[in-house]
């Protein structure tokens, strides 16, 4: 029988520490574990660069763990960085997560403790779902995402890449949530949030990213003069 | 010496509703970024001396229009920045790019309007100035000439600096419970800095700066409106950012840019590299929207983390501005109708010629 390939844990934070913590239960002792523990997210990638180039594939796999610094885009380099050098990345689940067996999971996933995971639901690359959060029936979370401790995403529900979705927030069925968005401020949300938007405790009111290209957030536009009474 | 205006000034509403008419309704107000009108029907809304605002690209030309529809005054667009056709969404009148009414659905089953009646149904259309990426409105009927409020050399600086804006902004609104005079006083006085902010603006501290306040000024002499509005730089060390280099930073590095824009406008840059538009948009006596729009140099390579970066500076931005608002919160909850005036020395000398401007303005005779 092979043995299951050594795993090299780069990042800082709580996904990191959780899972450098938990390892005797993740691995069930069958597998060891390495550590390459970040002072800074400020351009991971450079920074481990020679660690992994490295590093071999054969008898290695990586997980990044770096937590929601800078929409996920930080530890999207150190994964995007792994990937770009052949290495192989691996997706935890933590034994008390429940998973449905049609669900669909990514690589570079982190399903923490007590998660549940329905049917349907799918999660994309590079994403982490945190301790107690709860995906329903068909829920769809894009890649490079963080959902925090606590927090349920609807039946239905679909988020795009680079959301933060923070600790105890409670989507609703249905909504879409456009790319590049962060929630964090608890509570439940049932409407849809358009690409850029940002809902913290910092703002008394919601913050937008506009861009001359995609500015439009408004209503689908009604050809009002194509539905008047012509005689 | 004393200041020229009164407490009374930052908390009676009748004198607010004079600056509304005689300052917001008569200067030229700062009303949003080009940048994000370069589309077809690509617009912004606003109220500016308390009157509903639309600004919209009509086949690249840029017009502002009251935003209140002719029939009625349902607002014709919704939405800070958006994109779509001038019409109304209660009753489905649509509009020309001069205002006038295009089309009203079952006109002649339900309104019987003549010619000469639909003729007359138009928008108000107010003047406007773009400065590079800055767009300035004028809601007065008969606007002031733009070189009384901003002189040439003031405005070929706007200009060249905004055309250094990406076109990607982060925008947020804060209510805070101020009067809009204390936020403008409080940007042109530079000694508050290292008591207010002493963490997050040390490496702004300049010496020299705070040495050199200027000699008590001549008092015959009168201030001319456009002195209110200039710009002045300082060296300071500026971080370099990862991505700095996939911008076109404008002007030297290690610069801190600042310009002032009366009546209620400061505009700052870091190193020509990040750009901060903060407006003190008036709402009550006591009360004041800070508005807030941040953008980066604009990008010669793509930056896929830019609303990342965006974000977590729009975040610190507030900081600062949450010490500035802490502080003025509690000045504004503490005047009094007969409490004394300020008392300002030399260094202060501009926000004694912002206050004579000022009085000049709430006197002027229609
Ligand atoms: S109010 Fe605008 S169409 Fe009636
Ligand atoms: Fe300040």
Redesign the pocket.
């Known amino acids: 029988m092979t043995q299951p390939p050594d795993l090299v844990l780069i990042g800082c934070g709580i996904v990191f520490e959780t899972i450098a913590s938990t390892w005797p239960q993740l691995s069930q002792g069958e597998r060891k574990l390495q550590l390459i523990r970040l002072d800074s997210t400020d351009d991971a990638a450079n920074a481990v660069n020679e660690q992994l180039s490295l590093l071999n594939n054969t008898e290695i796999e990586i997980f990044a763990a770096i937590d929601q610094n800078a929409l996920n885009f930080a530890r999207l380099e150190i994964y995007g960085q792994a990937r770009l050098l052949g290495l192989k990345s691996t997706t935890l689940i933590h034994p008390s997560a429940i998973i449905a067996p049609d669900s669909r999971i990514g690589e570079n996933c982190w399903i923490g403790a007590g998660a549940i995971i329905a049917s349907g639901a799918s999660i994309g690359n590079n994403t982490l779902i945190n301790t107690g959060a709860r995906i329903d029936y068909g829920a769809q979370i894009a890649a490079n995402c963080w959902v925090g401790s606590g927090a349920s995403i609807g039946q239905y529900v679909k988020v795009g890449q680079h959301v933060v979705i923070g600790s105890d927030i409670n989507l609703g069925a249905n909504i879409t949530v456009g790319r590049h968005c962060s929630i964090d401020m608890p509570g439940a949300y049932l409407t849809s949030l358009a690409e850029g938007t940002f809902i913290d405790s910092l703002f008394p009111s919601a913050v937008h990213i506009y861009t001359s290209k995609s500015a439009n957030k408004t209503m689908p536009q009604t050809d009002i003069t194509a539905k008047e009474a012509s005689k | 010496m004393l200041s020229k205006l009164s407490q009374k000034h930052y908390i009676d509403p009748d004198i607010f509703a004079k600056e509304q008419k005689q300052i917001f309704s008569k200067l030229w107000i700062f009303a949003g970024l080009r940048t994000l009108l370069s589309e077809p029907d690509a617009f912004l809304t606003r109220t500016i001396g308390g009157i509903p605002i639309l600004i919209q690209n009509f086949a690249g030309e840029i017009k502002a229009f009251e935003n209140q529809c002719a029939h009625r005054q349902a607002p014709l667009q919704l939405e800070a920045y958006g994109q779509r056709k001038l019409a109304c969404r209660y009753h489905g009148w649509s509009y020309t790019d001069d205002g006038h009414v295009k089309s009203i659905p079952h006109q002649e089953a339900l309104y019987h309007f003549t010619a000469d009646e639909k003729e007359k149904l138009c928008l108000r259309q107010f003047a406007i100035e773009i400065i590079g990426n800055l767009i300035f409105i004028n809601i007065d009927a008969d606007p002031l000439p733009i070189e009384e409020q901003f002189t040439d050399e003031f405005r070929q600086q706007l200009t060249t600096i905004s055309g250094y804006f990406s076109s990607q902004v982060i925008h947020t609104s804060v209510p805070s419970q101020f009067n809009w005079k204390l936020n403008f006083e409080?940007?042109l006085?530079y000694n508050?800095?290292p008591f207010?902010?002493p963490q997050t603006?040390k490496p702004l501290i300049n010496k020299a700066a705070i040495s050199s306040a200027p000699a008590r000024k001549a008092l015959p002499e009168k201030t001319l409106l456009s002195s209110l509005s200039y710009a002045s730089t300082m060296e300071m060390q500026v971080k370099k950012w990862p991505w700095q280099a996939s911008v076109e930073g404008f002007g030297e590095p290690d610069t801190f840019h600042t310009h002032f824009i009366y009546p209620n406008v400061n505009f700052i840059s870091v190193g020509g590299l990040i750009f901060l538009i903060q407006q003190f948009d008036p709402i009550s006596a006591s009360l004041t929207d800070v508005r807030l729009s941040l953008m980066t140099a604009r990008e010669t390579n793509k930056i896929r983390a830019l609303s990342a970066i965006l974000w977590g500076y729009l975040k610190s931005e507030k900081r600062?501005?949450d010490?500035?608002r802490a502080?003025l919160e509690g000045l504004q909850s503490n005047l009094y109708d007969n409490g004394k005036p300020s008392y300002h020395g030399a260094y202060e000398v501009q926000l004694q010629n912002v206050a004579e401007v000022y009085l000049d303005l709430m006197e002027t005779q229609p």
């Open positions: 409080n940007v006085d508050h800095i207010v902010h603006f600062v501005l010490e500035d502080l």
